[in-house]
């Protein structure tokens, strides 16, 4: 039986004294709750909500960022005033410590890493770990949700053959297992990602190969006091109930014990970590869908508003924008709430704003044709997503599919600018939205698929140059996304690695002579190219800081009008303040 909640403010209120009382009134015996401060220089990103804590509950660690802005994590002890980098670990995400505290299993680029916390090498275990590396109680075994199936799989923790756990069953709805905790040998608990948009946690008896579905929520933590903690399935929520492991069920009610988690990436994830000494400690905060307001920012980074008092939402598929071919339009997808958006179409700079598409189907990442008379852009419905479509800019008319591949997921296009070419990038339905391979199609004639970037990585934002000649994306095979130009079509005759400290959303200019692309210090780069036939740049210097601004690890956030001179970007409002709570003897919150 699948059990949901319904929450209520009585819970985070002292209004019903039958009932327990939580947040800022927290009391009880043995209980204590801070907030724990990270200095600005070891700044913890908003964007970057992974951490772990030690089993005996003396340290923790968190993704921050080194001295240039790049991701790096923390170690910090609770004996200690000030945390340190952990060298070595350049890229982690999603650590976790091993049971003895000796060494911490992070993902990286691709990749599942362990890197010893007293000093030395790491060491790669795999190249298909995809999320969430998990140790196994004894130490001798890493789980880890496989970057090809989206199933659980698990490898010796010191090297060795890969063994596969869980499949994800495609007929019940699910496109991914996430979150793996392993808290016996032979118990496993995880969330399944559901076509729906919701999530189930499961858990596996690894005795018998049994499945069973425990609560739809997200995020599970087991407790050796035999409690399963996890986020709400809709709300920043940290919830708690008794769970019987053996039988993987919950005995009891789950019960709220924080409201306000901070939400971060895709998957909107909690920063939580629980130790088996009773330390709970958690990220209090908001990250998720700021407003935004659409701006004109010139070469030396001096903005305006495009229309003052305009607002968007910048949530996942929302906000996601291009500027007509004339420069006289702007299409961008507006959140109609969850992951759902609809298409939109602006005159510029202060003309009215038309709705395009009504389906609410999670419809974003528009581009223009080249005549600026059709967007294509990217839709679908529940259970058949990432379809690409076209749709009348003016609104006439109905929906177009375009290209609906039986399968696959295409999850972003750019149209040439002679009209001629359609690239996109596409994946399994079998993998999660960190994989891609990028093709192209001659959509003037009847033609086939022509492979442009085919690998294991991560390539994504392919974008044409003004005359066809030049692919410019980004693709994470080197272990860190950089920006990279092939020739078009025959993208096989050469390669140029443009960025060299990580780059991300590439765009050319409309005269073809430069290259734009943010850095890893949230900048933005122009690359001055060469004149003549053969492929080559002279410089690339600093434009302006994009810190302010949104960005996109899948695609390009913003577009430069065809003047070259001004960008159009979304400036985000500033994020709430964000805290640390430690809890100590956490058990005391719910007797």
Known sequence: MIVAFQLNDRFFTNEDQSSPTFGNSLQGVGLTKISVNIPESEYFHPSRGDLDISDDGSMFIYRGSDENGDPLLWQRRWDELNGRPIPGTEGATRPNISPDGSEVVFHSGGRVRVHPLNGGLSRTLTERGSDTPNWSPDGNWIYFTNRRGMGISRVPSVGGEI????????????????????????????????????SLIQGINLDTGETKDIVLGKWPIYSHTGHLLFQALDAPVLLVAPF????????????????????????????IGLSNSGRLIYRLGSNV?????????????????IDPGWIVPTDFTSSSLAISPDGGRLAISISTGGQNSDLWVKRLDTGPLSRITFTGEGNYHPTWSADGNSLGFIGGRIGNNRVLHSKRADGSGGIETLMERTGFYIDESDFSRDGKWLVYRERAETTNFRSGSL????????????????????????????????LAYVSGESGREEVYVRPFPDTDSGRWQISSDGGSEPLWSHSGKELFYKSSDEELIVVQLSDGDAFAWDDQNMLFSTADYRSSSQHQAYDIFPDDQRFLMIKLEAADDTEFILVDNWIEIIR
């Open 163 to 198: 063994e596969n756990i869980s499949t994800v069953i495609r007929d019940n709805g699910e496109i991914e297992h996430q979150a793996v905790q392993v808290p016996a040998e032979n118990r496993i608990i995880y969330e399944a990602q559901r076509e729906d948009q919701t």
């Open 439 to 470: 093709y192209a199609l001659d959509i003037s004639k009847e033609s086939e698929p022509i492979p442009l970037v085919v690998n294991d990585f991560y390539n994504h934002s392919p974008v044409l140059s003004p005359d066809s000649r030049w």
């Open 289 to 305: 869908g700021r407003p935004g307001t659409p701006m004109s920012v010139n070469r030396e980074g001096i903005a305006r508003e």
């Open 244 to 271: 019987n492991l053996e039988t993987l069920e919950l005995t009891d009610t789950a019960v709220p014990i924080e409201n306000g988690l901070l939400l971060v990436g895709l998957g909107n994830a909690a920063s």
